[in-house]
């Protein structure tokens, strides 16, 4: 089973995605919401992380002070190409908006870096 964690404050876009059946058709995913948590050692027993975007560069910017590795997928309702760039220069894997694109989101599901951060 793969374990992904949500990290969002707006909780009716954390929905919308929890709510797309890609979730069910993709394979075995955990799926846990969070809080921020400065323990990057506490994150990183999961393959992959979908953070909204404050919270998801604040945490890459802890993960690249601290030379971590961490699968961050950054997530925002817009469409904001500076903190794409600076997600990716950080190291996050992508950045998706809402509406979701179930394609895209089976494609990270689905991705060889999650299946390899699990040893699959």
């Excluded at 323990?39 to 802890?62: C, F, R, S, T, V």
């Amino acid at each position: 089973m793969y374990s992904v964690l949500l990290l969002f404050d707006d909780k009716q876009l954390e929905s919308e995605l929890r709510s797309l059946t890609v979730w069910g058709e993709v394979g075995s995913f955990e799926m846990t919401s969070g809080s921020y948590a400065t323990d990057l050692d506490g994150l990183a027993g999961h393959e992959l992380i979908i953070a909204e975007k404050a919270k998801g560069l604040e945490l890459l910017h802890a993960a690249h002070r601290q030379r971590r590795e961490l699968r961050v997928e950054l997530c925002s309702r817009d469409r904001d190409f500076e903190s794409a760039r600076l997600g990716i220069v950080l190291g996050a894997y992508d950045y998706i908006t809402a509406p979701f694109d179930p394609m895209q989101i089976h494609s990270i599901l689905t991705s060889k870096f999650v299946k390899k951060a699990a040893g699959k």
